[in-house]
C-alpha cells in the first residue's frame, strides 16, 4: 500500500486506488468500500420485494363502466387518509379538506427549515416541530384505518343484516326451488371447473356452503371481492381462480342464482 | 484492452475526476450501518432511489404492451396480466413497487425530519425533496387511472369533482386534468402522457438536483 508503485494491483481493489483502508474515525470511500457492502442491503430487500410480488398477485378489476354510478369509489390506499378527511366536510364545505388543508399542508411542510429555527437538531430540544410531526403521523394512520373499515363495511352493505350465526358473509335461504339458471352463461362451465368441487355441482353445497339463492343476497359487486380474497383457510383466495375476467363471470353468473 | 479503451477516452475526454469525485467521497462513520446498526435509516433514501429505479424498469416494459384508449385500455392491462410472459410479475413489480416506493420515501422524510438534516445549509434540498413528494404522489394518481377498471375510473371522477370545487378556477382546473367535462378517452391519454413523460423528467430534474446538493453539504453530522 505504500506510494511506490501507483499502478500496483491491490487483490479485489480499482487500480486507482490510493490510500483507502477505513479512516480511523470510521469514514470511508464511497466507492468500492462503502458500495460493497450497500448493495448486500439493496440485494436482501429487492428479493424480499420480488417474493412479495409473486405471492400477491395483482387483479384486474372489472371494466370501468361509467353509466354504473352504484361503484363505491376507494383510493389506493396512500390516498386514503385524505378521502376519509372529505367525508367529514360533506357539500361545498368539501374544498377544504380536498383543496385548502392539502395545500397549506405541503406548504407547511416546504417551509419546515424556516418555520424552526433553532439551533439544536435533537427532536426533543425542539418539540413542536416532533410533536406536529407525530400528531400528522397519527392523524394519518387513524383516518386510513377509519377509511379501511367503512369500506369494508360498505362494501358489504346489506350484508350485515344478512349474516346469520354461520357468520358467512352471504346467508342463502336454502331455496325450494334448485334448478340452476342461466347455464348458458361462460360462469356457468368456470364454476363448474373450479368451484363445483367444494360448493356441489348444483349449489348444493359439499365442503363449501350452499349457493342456491345466492342472487337473491348478493349482486356481483358484492361477491366479486368476497370471493377474491376467499376465506383462509377453507377456500383459496379466488376460489383457485386468478384470472379476473374468469373471476367476473363466475360472480357473474352466481349473481343470477336467483332460485326461490 | 479494457484499460487501454478507458485510457484512449480519458485522454480525449478527462473522465476519471468525474466518478472519482463520486469514489472517492467519504461515507462518514455515524451513517455506515457497518459500524452501528441503527444506521440504517439513513439506507432509507437509498433504497428509496433503487426502487424508483425499478418503477422506471418495468413501467418501461409495460408500455411495450399498454394501450392508452378507453377500448383496449382495460384488455392491454388483462392481456398483460394473462398472457404476456412474465407479465403477471413486471405488472406486480409496478403496482407493489408504486407502494414502495411511498413508504421508503415517507420514512426517508421522517428520517429526514427528526435528525433535523433539514436546517442550514440543507433547506434547499427540503424544499427539492417536498417536491418530489408531491410529484411522487402525481405519478401514483395518475398511473391509477391507466388500468381503466371501475376502481380507475370511479376514484378519478372524485379527483376531477375535487378539482371543480376551487372557487372560479374550479371548472377550468377540471377540465385541465380530465380534457374535457367529463373522464374519457382525453383524460386517459392525458393521464398515460402525464404519468410517463411529464412526470418521470421532472423527477429526473428534481432527483439530479437532490443528489448534487447531497454531495456539495455532505450528509449532515451525527446529531
Ligand atoms: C424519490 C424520492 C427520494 C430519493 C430517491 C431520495 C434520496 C436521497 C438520498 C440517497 C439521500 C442521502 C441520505 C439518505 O439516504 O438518507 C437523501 C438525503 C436527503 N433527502 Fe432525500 N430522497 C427522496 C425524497 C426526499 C424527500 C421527500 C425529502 C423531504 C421532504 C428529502 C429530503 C432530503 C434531505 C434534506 C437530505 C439531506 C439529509 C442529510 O444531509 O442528512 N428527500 N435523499
Redesign the interface.
Known sequence: MSAEDPRQKIPGVPRHRREFKALADGREPFFPNFLLKEWIAGAVFLAGFMLWVIYNPVILGPKADPTDTTFIPVPDWYFLFLFQFLKYFPGPDIILPGVVIPVIAILLMMFVPWLDRSKSRRPFRRPLATASMMLFIFMSIWLTAEAWGQHEVEIGAGVAQASSSNGLPFAVQHPTSKALLNTSMPGYTIFQQNCAGCHGSQLEGSVGPELRGIGNVATAQQLLPVVTKGFSPMMPPGGGLSDPKQLQSVVDWLAQQKQH | MI?RTYDWIDERLNI?PLW?D?????????V????RMSS?VY?FG??TF??IV?QILSGMFLSMYYVPD?NNA?YS??YI??EVLLG??V???H??????V?IMMFLHM?RV????????P??MN??VG??I??IV?AF??TG?LL?????????T??GAN??N???LIGPYLKSLLAGGS???ALTLTRFFAIHVFFLPAALLVLLGLHFVMIRKAGI?GP?
Open positions: 484499460k476519471t472519482r463520486i469514489a472517492d467521497h467519504d461515507v462518514p462513520a455515524h455506515n450501518p457497518a459500524n440504517f439506507c437509498g433504497l433503487l426502487m425499478t378507453i382495460w392491462v388483462q396480466t394473462n403477471q410479475v405488472r406486480g413489480m403496482f407493489w413497487g408504486a407502494s414502495l411511498i421522517l425530519f427528526f435528525t433535523g438534516a433539514y436546517k442550514a440543507r433547506e427540503w424544499v417536498v417536491l413528494f408531491v404522489l401514483g394518481f391509477y388500468p381503466w377498471d371501475q376502481k380507475a375510473y370511479w376514484a371522477s372524485v375535487l378539482a370545487t376551487v372557487p367529463t373522464i374519457g449532515a446529531m
